[in-house]
């Protein structure tokens, strides 16, 4: 990958200096303009080992602030009540005294169900005929005669 930004950039480089313009240059060889420059910048800064491909991950992630003990009930309680969703839950977890909020809940509902840890009733592939009313027909929960 670096030689081959290498490469453009020298051909970049030498149309320049046949008096072609950077922007028709750039649309010569397909890169855009920026990122030449960007590549440019980064060359003369770093060296050829600065052309390679470089990670985008944040450098900074937020941690999880979950306690083991909120993990532990969210998981009882959704085993308990298994078509129960994170609204219900979070109910009953405030009522059992841990103070969190719903996003959160549902955070650990969904990890839950990503590594199959829980079943869940939406695994299922069936859909009750409330929630299937109350997105296909909105209008009818306003006028309940028509």
Do not use: H, N, Q
């Not at 003369?44 to 941690?63: A, D, M, Q, Y």
């Amino acid at each position: 990958m670096a030689k081959e930004r290498l490469r453009v950039l020298k051909l970049w480089d030498a149309l320049r200096k046949k008096g072609t313009s950077s922007f028709e240059a750039a649309g010569l060889l397909g890169v855009p303009r920026s990122t030449l420059y960007r590549w440019k910048k980064r060359l003369e800064e770093e060296g050829p080992r600065g052309l390679e491909s470089k990670s985008r991950r944040p450098k900074r992630v937020r941690e999880k602030t979950w306690s083991p003990e909120l993990i532990l009930a969210i998981k009882e309680l959704r085993e308990m009540f298994p078509a129960w969703g994170k609204e219900k839950i979070w109910v009953l977890l405030r009522k059992l005294g841990f103070e969190t909020y719903l996003s959160t809940c549902g955070r650990i509902i969904s990890g839950f169900i990503k590594r199959l840890e829980i079943r869940s009733s939406l695994l299922k592939g069936t859909k009750g005929k409330r929630g299937s009313f109350r997105f296909r027909r909105p209008w009818a929960m306003r006028w309940p005669g028509v």
